[in-house]
């Protein structure tokens, strides 16, 4: 039974393109990039073949699965190189990335010049989809409104917003919910989907924790994840030793709450994991 569910879903990969989520949030500070590691390497523990594209200029999605930036998306992004000859593989089975680096912060400069700088990574990307080789893509975008950002956003099938728990996250929820009714108004991506938002940086001691988390389900009961994502030392540290969380603190609270998050994504999207 196994091998003809197996078989099946390498039938669909060939068949349907794969899906493109940006991860994204204004807001720095918001737990972003620990949620496309996390979720990233969740995904790929899962069975799914997942490519992780680091578009932050401070390259900390990189850094995070403790990787150099010998190969950057810099080169793609200006035209200059395919993204595919970019793409490296990580310590963690089924989980590739194309790093970003230093090159990557005059780069918004040179992209905002372009007039197609709303599509250009939606063009980009066109070769990754037809390869069929990922399940998923997931994009790290920089916390900024910059055309990295809008561009991420226009280029993605879906949007996952991690959103601390904290009265300034509200704030910046309605300001990315505007954002991406703002991508779609404009034609560059009419059919961009809010998939999802996780809550990060939860502190079940607090009422705060707890308010903001009811008011956001209130809002949008549809698309917060049930889990959610605790304030850990544990989560915090785990960048700083080029490790997930999965691999800092395996029976941790951070990594069993990352690994019910990549679950549920997976439900969400009814793909029912290989293993």
Known sequence: MRIL???L??????LYHMKVIAIANQKGGVGKTTTAISLAAGLAMLGKKVLLLDLDPQAN???GLGLEADSSIYYPLIGEASILDKVVSTRIDNLYMVPSGMDLSGVEIELARRDDHLTFL???LAGVRDSSDFDYCLLDTPPSLGVLMT???????EVLIPLQCEYFGLEGLAKIIHIISQIKE???APDL???GIIMTMYDGRTNLSRQVVEEVTKHFPEHVYERVV???IRISEAPSFGKTIFEHEPSGVGARAYYAIAHEFLERHGDEEDN
């Open 5 to 7: 569910r197996v078989f």
């Open 9 to 14: 879903r390498n039938l669909a990969r060939t």
């Open 61 to 63: 999605a990189t850094s």
């Open 122 to 124: 939606r063009e980009m």
């Open 151 to 157: 561009s991420s956003l226009a280029s993605a099938d």
């Open 186 to 188: 404009s034609g560059a």
């Open 193 to 195: 989907l809010l998939s």
């Open 230 to 232: 605790p304030r850990t």
